[in-house]
């Protein structure tokens, strides 16, 4: 790269960017930030090893990967990414034990249902007094010859 386009690296450290800079696909000029995040957590020359140390097609998502970690350790110094990998386990079983209630009330009103629905059967049942052509009204059953 020209030292009119530097990338983001280049600029913060001060350097000319040469054609085949290591850094500049992963932190353009146009994202100063997210270099001097990851910088500041890992330094310029670990992070030249690690992406150096990987195939070309893995650099990127492996960039991806670094800046978001150091981003996490800034917000968080202590945990980091493990911290908000905790908050979404946290969630998780929360979201899990209210998933277990839920399909306990639905199997409860599931069973109170099929027991009303028994109970009226039952009393169907009951009320029934036989076919409609042959009722109490009529003294003799009708006679088959």
């Known amino acids: 790269m020209?030292?009119?386009?530097?990338?983001?690296?280049?600029?913060?450290?001060?350097?000319?960017?040469?054609q085949d800079c290591t850094l500049a696909p992963y932190f353009p000029s146009t994202n100063p930030q997210r270099f001097a995040c990851v910088h500041k957590i890992f330094g310029a020359s670990n992070i030249t090893k690690m992406?150096?140390?990987?195939?070309?097609?893995?650099?990127?998502?492996?960039?991806?990967?670094?800046?978001?970690?150091?981003?996490?350790r800034v917000r968080d110094p202590v945990y980091g990414c493990v911290g908000i990998i905790t908050q979404l386990h946290q969630l998780?079983?929360?979201?899990?034990?209210?998933?277990?209630?839920?399909?306990?009330?639905?199997?409860?009103y599931g069973a109170q249902q099929g027991q009303e629905q028994k109970r009226m059967a039952q009393s169907q049942v009951h009320q029934y007094n036989g076919p409609i052509w042959f009722t109490t009204s009529q003294q003799d059953p009708p006679h088959l010859d």
Do not use: M, W, Y
Request: glycine residues 2%; charged residues 20%.
């Open 2 to 18: 020209s030292n009119s386009t530097r990338c983001a690296a280049c600029k913060s450290l001060r350097r000319r960017c040469p």
């Open 51 to 72: 992406l150096q140390q990987l195939p070309v097609h893995q650099r990127a998502v492996a960039a991806d990967c670094i800046s978001f970690e150091a981003s996490s």
């Open 92 to 108: 998780i079983l929360v979201a899990q034990r209210e998933l277990a209630e839920i399909q306990g009330q639905v199997a409860l």
